[in-house]
């Protein structure tokens, strides 16, 4: 094989190479813009500069992260033209020693909705508000509520309306 045939081999292969290493970045989330599409302002981890990049989202699930949170973006063959940020993460407020199976969904304000092994939490230093034409509490749906209280099961539920 010729010299000038191995070069251009070369070349070609460094080609493919960075634009392997291109299809996906991890960088550091610094804004989101949710006006029409959801878009994501986001840092690379190699000093590249900021790139507002569309912000894909499970079906039903949205959030606004805050700066400084980690996020991972995508980039079809590696063109840096043609980006979507993939998932957003923030290391400072995760949940921790969740039990396998369990979910939550959080905030940095410490307010959660866990899923867990014994039942669903929620747990809030704010307040909880329930908008709908009729809320029930327990299993009977058909009479008055059931509400578990310190003193045991009641059908009165006292609240400041």
């Known amino acids: 094989m ?4 191995i070069r251009m081999l070369e070349q070609q292969v460094a080609q493919l190479e960075r634009r392997i290493m291109n299809m996906m970045v991890r960088g ?22 900021p790139t507002r990049l569309e912000y894909a989202e499970p079906y039903g699930w949205t959030s606004s992260p805050l700066a400084g949170a980690e ?10 033209d043609n980006g979507l940020v993939l998932s957003v993460f923030d ?3 995760r949940l921790k020693g969740m039990a396998g199976g369990e979910v939550a969904i959080h905030d940095d304000q410490e307010q959660r ?18 908008i709908a034409p009729k809320v029930l509490i327990g299993e009977d749906n058909d009479g008055l509520p ?7 099961p009641s059908s009165v539920l006292k609240a400041k309306v």
């Open 146 to 152: 059931r509400v578990m209280t310190e003193a045991g």
């Open 113 to 130: 909705v866990h899923i867990k092994r014994a039942g669903v939490w929620v747990d809030t230093p704010k307040k909880v508000v329930a």
């Open 71 to 80: 996020a991972m973006a995508g980039f079809l063959g590696g063109a840096r």
């Open 28 to 49: 550091t989330f610094q804004s989101s813009d949710d006006e029409g599409l959801q878009y994501a302002t986001m840092r690379g981890m190699r000093g590249e500069k």
């Open 2 to 5: 010729s010299d000038q045939r």
């Open 91 to 93: 290391r400072r407020y």
